[in-house]
Structures are given as C-alpha cells and as structure tokens.
T-cell receptor
Framework: GEDVEQSLFLSVREGDSSVINCTYT??????LYWYKQEPGAGLQLLTY?????DMKQDQRLTVLLNKKDKHLSLRIADTQTGDSAIYFC???????????FGQGTELSVKP | DAGVTQSPTHLIKTRGQQVTLRCSPK?????VSWYQQALGQGPQFIFQ???????QRGNFPDRFSGHQFPNYSSELNVNALLLGDSALYLC????????????FGQGTRLTVV
C-alpha cells in the first residue's frame, strides 16, 4: 500500500538544527520530496532525492534516505524564525506523477 | 513566468451546489494534477490530466470531475457539494517526459455551508 507518516510537531530554538522525520511504505517509490507550506499558501518544493541516493545537501538543507528502513529525514541547519511552517514529506513513482503526502510536521522556531 | 495560477482564491458555496475551479499551468508544462487538502491534513491526489484526458485518478467519487483544454489549462468540477468538500484545492503542473518536478499553485479555498 501507499502510506507516508510524519510526526506532527517540532519545536526548536533559533540557530539550532531541526530534523524532521518521515517513513513511507511503497517500495516502488522512486522520488521522495520535501515541501514547505506557510499559512494560507500553496506548497513550495524544497528539495527531492532519488531513491538510489542516500544523501543530498542543498545549502542549509540535508536530506537523508534509508531505503532499507523506508525512512527519510530533512535536516535544516541554523534554523531561523522564517523557517516556521508545515513541512510535508511526499513520494511518487515517477517525476511529475501522483504524489502521496504525509500529514505534515509543523515546525515552530522560537527566538 | 507566472508559475501555476489558480482561480478563484476563495469561494463559498451551499450544500448541493456545483463548483468549478480553474488552473493555468506553468509555462512549458503539459500535465495538471489536482489535490484536495482538508484542514490539518496533507494533500490528497484527486486526478491528473495529460493530453486532455484523465490519466490517473485517486480515491474520489464521481462527483469530482475535470477537464483539460488544448492550452493545457484545467478545470476541476465538483457536483452536489457536501460540507466535507470544504478544503484547499491545489493544482500542480509538470511536464511529462521532461523529468521535472511538480509545481503547485496557491490553491483555492472552498467553503461549503
């Protein structure tokens, strides 16, 4: 089946690192994504990783993939108050295809 | 490039009515997908259109239908609205075969009263 799960809330201090975790069940997942959603807004793609990779770094963002355990994480270094938002993990079998989303993790960054 | 644009941004409908939501894809994109995001939930895939045909469908009743036009823009129609249809409806566009990710619009907030 297709299921993506995330923890619902995460609270960190400004300047700390944030780690948001996600697990998925579809072994056919080829692409795994992290999206950010600010209040009242659509989804902004932050980064994605192919299932044949185990790590991808993009400025303050690091994505780690453990394909054996079907576990994905997003690390945000030097977290800022502007990073406060809901973060969604999603998977798909093909680029631009149907996305299966988790329920989102609300990140709260305290000054 | 205006990106993915959706209209209207907000609307309120009464139970039993019908609604049409519109989406213009990002320039160069030929595929449009629609998602429903209930409050506090992740988006749920409704369907995807390519070459004016529904290519893939999620677990939504037939009250949800769509259309894609020759210029790749798309409409989502919902008939016989229920209170539970209240949600943010998101449109995403991509390019089939172009190895590109999906880009999302800002969404249409539908409230059914």
């Amino acid at each position: 089946g297709e299921d993506v799960e995330q923890s619902l809330f995460l609270s960190v201090r400004e300047g700390d690192s944030s780690v948001i975790n996600c697990t998925y069940t579809d072994s056919s997942s080829t692409y795994l994504y992290w999206y950010k959603q600010e209040p009242g807004a659509g989804l902004q793609l932050l980064t994605y990783i192919f299932s044949n990779m185990d790590m991808k770094q993009d400025q303050r963002l690091t994505v780690l993939l453990n394909k054996k355990d079907k576990h994905l994480s997003l690390r945000i270094a030097d977290t800022q108050t502007g990073d406060s938002a809901i973060y969604f993990c999603a998977e798909s079998r093909n680029q631009g295809g149907k996305l299966i989303f988790g329920q989102g993790t609300e990140l709260s960054v305290k000054p | 490039d205006a990106g993915v644009t959706q209209s209207p941004t907000h609307l309120i409908k009464t139970r039993g009515q019908q609604v049409t939501l519109r989406c213009s894809p990002k320039s160069g994109h030929d595929t449009v997908s629609w998602y429903q995001q209930a409050l506090g939930q992740g988006p749920q895939f409704i369907f995807q259109y390519y070459e004016e045909e529904e290519r893939q469908r999620g677990n939504f009743p037939d009250r949800f239908s769509g259309h894609q036009f020759p210029n790749y823009s798309s409409e989502l129609n919902v008939n016989a609205l229920l209170l539970g249809d209240s949600a943010l409806y998101l449109c995403a566009s991509s390019m089939t075969g172009g190895n590109t990710e999906a880009f999302f619009g800002q969404g249409t907030r539908l409230t059914v009263v």
